[in-house]
T-cell receptor, first 111, second 113 residues
Framework: QKEVEQDPGPLSVPEGAIVSLNCTYSNSAFQYFMWYRQYSRKGPELLMYTYSSGNKEDGRFTAQVDKSSKYISLFIRDSQPSDSATYLCAMSETGNEKLTFGTGTRLTIIP | SAVISQKPSRDICQRGTSLTIQCQVD?????MFWYRQQPGQSLTLIAT?????????ESGFVIDKFPISRPNLTFSTLTVSNMSPEDSSIYLC??????????FGSGTRLTVV
C-alpha cells in the first residue's frame, strides 16, 4: 500500500463547475498537508499549505484536512480553463523535511 | 517565494554517459532537495543537500549513481551517472521556504536513448 493514494484521473469538468480532488494517506504522523498545481512542462507550484485538521480558504480554492479519516481534499469553485493542470497532494511529518506526494490528478476544465 | 533556475531544461543523452543538472536559487537556503518524477509516478525524493556536508540519500538512491554537490547556500548540482533508459524522467530541485512551503524549479526532462 502506498503511503499516499490519489486518483490519477483524468478528470474533465465544464467551466464554472465545482471540482473536488482528494487524497488518502496511511501515515498518522503526517501533520503538514499541501496541494500543488503543475502545468505541463513546469515544476509544481504551491497552492495551499495547511497544518493538522481543518479548512483553509484562498480565493476559489478550499483545502480540507480530516486527520481522523486520513483524508484531504481540495475544492475549486467556479473552475476556469486556466485551472487545467495536474494537481498533486503532498504531506510531511513534523520535524521531517521530506515530502511524500500523491501521483497527481490530471484536471481539464472544458470551456 | 524563492526563484529557482534549473538547467538544462531538457536533454537527450546516450546510455552510459552522465548528465549534470544545475540548480540556482535567488536567496540563501539551508537545504536543497532533489526529486525525480517518472511518468505516472509520484514525485520521489532522491536526496537532501546541505551546504558543507554530504548529501543524505533516500532508500533506493545511491551516491555513485546520483552524486550531488552543494558548494554554497544558493547552488547545487545533481549528476545522473552511467545512464540507462530507466533513468529517463523529470528531475526537479526544490527548496523549503518554511511559511511559504516548498518551491520547485521547472525541472529537467531527461531522455536516455
Amino acid at each position: 500500500q502506498k503511503e499516499v493514494e490519489q486518483d490519477p484521473g483524468p478528470l474533465s469538468v465544464p467551466e464554472g463547475a465545482i471540482v473536488s480532488l482528494n487524497c488518502t494517506y496511511s501515515n498518522s504522523a503526517f501533520q503538514y498537508f499541501m496541494w500543488y498545481r503543475q502545468y505541463s512542462r513546469k515544476g509544481p507550484e504551491l497552492l495551499m499549505y495547511t497544518y493538522s485538521s481543518g479548512n483553509k480558504e484562498d480565493g476559489r480554492f478550499t483545502a480540507q484536512v480530516d486527520k481522523s479519516s486520513k483524508y484531504i481534499s481540495l475544492f475549486i469553485r467556479d473552475s476556469q480553463p486556466s485551472d487545467s493542470a495536474t494537481y498533486l497532494c503532498a504531506m510531511s511529518e513534523t520535524g521531517n523535511e521530506k515530502l511524500t506526494f500523491g501521483t497527481g490528478t490530471r484536471l481539464t476544465i472544458i470551456p | 517565494s524563492a526563484v529557482i533556475s534549473q538547467k538544462p531544461s531538457r536533454d537527450i543523452c546516450q546510455r552510459g554517459t552522465s548528465l549534470t543538472i544545475q540548480c540556482q536559487v535567488d536567496s540563501q537556503v539551508t537545504m536543497m532537495f532533489w526529486y525525480r518524477q517518472q511518468p505516472g509516478q509520484s514525485l520521489t525524493l532522491i536526496a537532501t543537500a546541505n551546504q558543507g556536508s554530504e548529501a543524505t540519500y533516500e532508500s533506493g538512491f545511491v551516491i555513485d549513481k546520483f552524486p550531488i554537490s552543494r558548494p554554497n547556500l544558493t547552488f547545487s548540482t545533481l549528476t545522473v551517472s552511467n545512464m540507462s533508459p530507466e533513468d529517463s524522467s523529470i528531475y526537479l530541485c526544490s527548496v523549503d521556504r518554511t511559511a511559504y512551503g516548498y518551491t520547485f524549479g521547472s525541472g529537467t526532462r531527461l531522455t536516455v536513448v
